[in-house]
């Protein structure tokens, strides 16, 4: 679990920071937002909580470990919530770090490729509401990730159809909703897709543009999380271990 924390951390920054090294801002309102830039490495970071997030519970699963957990702790409610609650800490903390660290590394980068306060880009700052609203709103979707995987991960139990299944909900979904023509369709598919809804949390600029508001698509993936956990926890009630 470790080193998988350490890898969403380390690709999360690499590819933030990244981000901002490669994308320039040569002239005044060149239309990008600086604090979704940063947190680009968002979108890769979650991978790896996802996964980790799975094998939390098929390794038990795998193992025969499963049966020694319930037969200490009968009531099955209580291991998913004990398993959601250590899985939940450890992705907040790790994913504060990462945030944190992907934000302070782009504002050393994002100024000399031109996003400075000449071009209506002032230092980032948690101090900037919708900053600090995109920061703390990017470590709760790494937790709300996490938690799905959790969930899916109980109802199949299998490693990799639960990793297939949460994947494919990221980064598929959102594939499938750009094949759509019709741009009524397109733009209510990207206000339920997880990924893209969850992380309409990032933006800070043009958000009458968004498909749905940051805190909305917030919820919508809550409720996907929600949604898993409930059905992970129902089949795990009643079925044997």
Request: glycine share 12%.
């Amino acid at each position: 679990m470790g080193r998988l924390l350490l890898l969403a951390v380390a690709l999360t920054v690499a590819v933030g920071c990244g981000t901002a090294e490669a994308v320039k801002c040569p002239d005044a309102g060149c239309g990008k937002d600086a604090v979704r830039l940063a947190l680009t490495g968002v979108t890769v970071g979650q991978a790896v909580v996802a996964v980790l997030a799975v094998l939390a519970v098929s390794g038990e699963y795998g193992t025969g470990m499963i049966r020694t957990t319930l037969t200490a702790v009968p009531n099955r409610i209580t291991v998913l919530t004990a398993k959601a609650a250590v899985l939940g800490t450890v992705v907040l903390a790790a994913g504060t770090v990462a945030v944190l660290a992907s934000l302070l590394g782009s504002r050393y980068l994002l100024p000399g490729n031109g996003f400075t306060e000449a071009h209506g880009y002032p230092p980032l700052s948690l101090a900037d509401g919708p900053t600090l609203r995109a920061a703390a709103g990017s470590v709760i979707y790494l937790v709300l990730i996490a938690l799905l995987g959790l969930g899916v991960a109980t109802a199949v139990r299998e490693a990799a159809t639960a990793i297939g299944i949460v994947l494919g909900l990221l980064y598929l979904f959102p594939l499938v909703t750009q094949v759509v023509k019709d741009p009524d369709w397109q733009r209510h598919l990207q206000q339920i897709a997880p990924m893209p809804a969850g992380l309409a949390v990032q933006a800070t600029a043009d958000l009458n543009e968004l498909p749905i508001g940051p805190w909305a698509g917030l919820c919508v993936l809550a409720l996907w999380t929600a949604t898993a956990l409930l059905v992970g926890g129902l089949l795990l009630r009643g079925r044997d271990a």
